[in-house]
């Protein structure tokens, strides 16, 4: 895998993924033409495990209509501002069993998301999950 970030002005670079895909990244304090590397990484994050359960899900054939995983964190005080703690909350809709849920949320910690993986050795992270129904 290859990356690359392209300084364009002040503090703002274009960073470019090997399959070609672009995210601005802002290093300024208002983050006003994109979003800070660290954003990027709990983004990251969110969509890493949200992959891996609705892929979980689909092969249990759960009947989920909606998932959205939503991430707050803290960051330690000084340099490096690692992240400290994490909480992930998954929302999910459709007529998706507890316990095929839980399941899906307990693979993608401990098994399958390569960001959890790489977050945890920083971070505390909890989850939750919530039914719209």
């Given at each position: 895998?290859?990356?690359n970030?392209?300084?364009?002005?002040?503090?703002?670079?274009?960073a470019?993924?090997?399959?070609?895909?672009?995210?601005?990244?802002?290093?300024?304090?208002?983050?006003?033409?994109?979003a800070?590397?660290?954003?990027?990484?709990?983004?990251?994050?969110?969509?890493?495990?949200?992959?891996?359960?609705i892929?979980?899900?689909?092969?249990?054939?759960?009947?989920c209509?909606?998932?959205?995983?939503?991430?707050?964190?803290?960051?330690?005080?000084?340099?490096?501002?690692?992240?400290?703690?994490v909480?992930l909350?998954?929302?999910?809709s459709?007529?998706?069993?507890?316990?095929?849920?839980?399941?899906a949320?307990?693979?993608?910690?401990?098994?399958?998301?390569?960001?959890?993986?790489?977050?945890?050795?920083?971070?505390?992270?909890?989850?939750?999950?919530?039914?719209?129904?």
């Open positions: 895998m290859q990356a970030a392209i300084w364009k002005q002040e503090m703002t670079f274009d470019l993924s090997q399959s070609g895909h672009a995210i601005v990244f802002d290093g300024d304090p208002a983050h006003t033409q994109g800070s590397p660290m954003e990027a990484v709990l983004m990251g994050l969110c969509g890493c495990t949200a992959i891996d359960v892929s979980i899900l689909k092969k249990k054939r759960e009947p209509t909606g998932l959205t995983v939503s991430a707050v964190a803290e960051q330690a005080a000084e340099p490096p501002k690692v992240f400290t703690r909480k909350t998954y929302r999910v459709g007529a998706v069993s507890r316990k095929a849920m839980e399941d949320v307990h693979l993608s910690e401990t098994k399958y998301c390569s960001v959890a993986g790489m977050v945890e050795k920083t971070a505390k992270i909890e989850f939750a999950i919530e039914y719209a129904g």
